[in-house]
């Protein structure tokens, strides 16, 4: 069964430093998220992208953070400088149509970040 | 996306049914329900949805009451590795963002 790719799994990072995390999403799937999750809490939509196009950033924080999606496939969300509220699970999504119009999201196992 | 009520936790005994309730009491018309699941260092997993009618799959049953602002989702025969965070979560159809709560933490013991 296809999955949603992520690494890496576990990052370290100290605070001030840049850091990077890549996702594939299922190929043919054209919408892929990203979300961010602090412990204890549900996930919460970063960006969204349709194709290669951003639809949705209403919640990135742009002052450190970027993601692009070049080619339409993976993607990749970059912090620059890292703070220690950035420690968090980070997950990448893709969605396909399901039944009536409506979309199932598959999830990627993950980015656990800790910023010291 | 109309907000959605569920219990902190729940416990449910290996081999018995697990039904997990979620209240959405300002669900719009054209919004579906959705369950999502988050073991333990996963990625949420997708169960099932509906609008109006009960659904059932190889995972799960949703019982939507009939005046749509509460349903349940069942675990017919819940197992150790249904141990997980459930998430309810009603949205619109379309290719659109999930808006997750903190979930239901089930536990199912032996």
């Known amino acids: 069964e296809a999955e949603v790719a992520q690494s890496p799994r576990y990052k370290i990072t100290e605070k001030s430093q840049a850091v990077a995390f890549w996702c594939d999403p299922i190929s043919g799937h054209a919408t892929l998220y990203w979300y961010r999750q602090i412990l204890g809490q549900g996930p919460e939509l970063l960006v969204q992208f349709q194709d290669e196009s951003v639809v949705d950033d209403s919640q990135l924080p742009k002052d450190r953070f970027s993601a692009e999606r070049l080619k339409g496939v993976d993607s990749t969300l970059k912090i620059q400088p890292a703070e220690l509220g950035d420690s968090a699970m980070y997950l990448c999504?893709?969605?396909?149509?399901?039944?009536?119009?409506?979309?199932?999201?598959?999830f990627g196992p993950g980015t656990r970040l800790t910023v010291t | 996306d109309a907000k959605t009520t569920q219990p902190t936790s729940m416990d449910c005994a290996e081999g018995r049914a697990a039904n997990l309730p979620c209240n959405h009491s300002t669900i719009s018309g054209n919004e579906y329900v959705y369950w999502y699941r988050q073991i333990h260092s996963q990625g949420p997993q997708y169960i099932i949805h509906?609008?109006?009618n009960n659904e059932t799959n190889e995972m799960a049953s949703l019982i939507i009451t009939e005046d749509r602002k509460s349903s349940t989702l069942i675990l017919p025969h819940a197992t150790l590795r249904d141990t997980a965070v459930y998430y309810c979560?009603?949205?619109?159809?379309?290719?659109?963002?999930?808006?997750f709560g903190k979930g239901t933490l089930l536990t199912v013991n032996p």
């Open positions: 509906g609008l109006k």
């Open positions: 999504a893709s969605s396909s149509p399901i039944r009536g119009g409506s979309y199932e999201q598959y």
């Open positions: 979560i009603v949205r619109v159809g379309s290719n659109y963002k999930l808006t």
